[in-house]
């Protein structure tokens, strides 16, 4: 089982930058498949970026490629989220989520642990 817990978040203008954080509990943390989600509201969480165990494959949402970046520090049981050009459109709840071994995919559902999340807020 793993504990994540975010940080990073808060306001910035569009067009501004965030670094997002995720660290996470135990020992097993580089055995661990890692992804970014975002909830706005009254909006379904959606699929943001993830990382493979190694760090060696990356994914995103096309909403986000090219101004997100997504790394993982296994030594430090740490995934960031690096996020330039943000835009109001990028204002969400941002949740850090786990999956024990393989990429789980853009479903929410498939991954098995979550954070509690850190709120993003983009003004314009």
């Known amino acids: 089982q793993v504990q994540l817990i975010e940080s990073g978040g808060g306001l910035v203008q569009s067009g501004g930058s965030l670094r997002l954080s995720c660290a996470a509990s135990?020992?097993?943390?580089?055995?661990?498949?890692m992804a970014w989600f975002r909830q706005a509201p009254g909006n379904e969480r959606e699929f943001v970026a993830a990382?493979?165990?190694?760090?060696?494959?990356?994914y995103y949402a096309d909403s986000v490629k090219g101004r997100f970046f997504i790394s993982r520090d296994n030594a430090k049981n740490t995934v960031y989220l690096q996020m330039n050009s943000l835009k109001p459109e990028d204002t969400a709840v941002y949740y850090c989520?786990?999956?024990?071994?393989?990429?789980?995919?853009?479903?929410?559902?498939?991954?098995?642990?979550w954070g509690q999340g850190t709120q993003v807020t983009v003004s314009s």
């Open positions: 989520a786990a999956n024990y071994g393989s990429y789980a995919g853009v479903h929410r559902n498939a991954w098995s642990y």
């Open positions: 135990g020992r097993t943390f580089s055995m661990y498949a």
């Open positions: 990382i493979s165990i190694t760090g060696g494959r990356t």
